[in-house]
């Protein structure tokens, strides 16, 4: 199940990241606690844990519309802190049971589901930090 890249390009993310731990944030541009809070706490994560790969998974729902440029119009730099993929039927969103906007997923090295998270407040962010610990701890 391929997504696109902010360029256009068809990936198998879990081939692109095959044998690395993983976290992806499924986000909405329209949600101001994924813009707020997700996107710059995956941020910081990223930074913070370089054995753990960051992403984040954009969804469009209905018939929203979302451009490249929509995307790296939220960032004050005007470029991505990390991949940023586009699910433009939120396929990806359901298959892995999300419950909303922001949702996270942390994957093992071997691509399984680890924990799986909605939200982006202090509590979320808590469980999050303490997941990521566990796993990279584990490997």
Known sequence: MNLTTLNGEAQDLLQVYKNKPLLILFYNNQCLGCTGRAIPLAYKLSKTYPKLSVVAIHNTFGNQNISKQ???????????PFPIYLDQHHKWFDFF????????????????????????????????????EELLTDN
């Open 97 to 132: 049971n999300c419950e909303g906007t922001p949702h996270w997923i942390l994957l093992t090295q071997n691509a399984e589901v680890f924990r799986s998270f909605y939200g982006s407040q202090e509590n979320s962010q808590n469980r999050l930090y303490y997941a990521i």
């Open 70 to 80: 929509d995307i790296l119009d939220i960032f004050t730099s005007k470029k991505a």
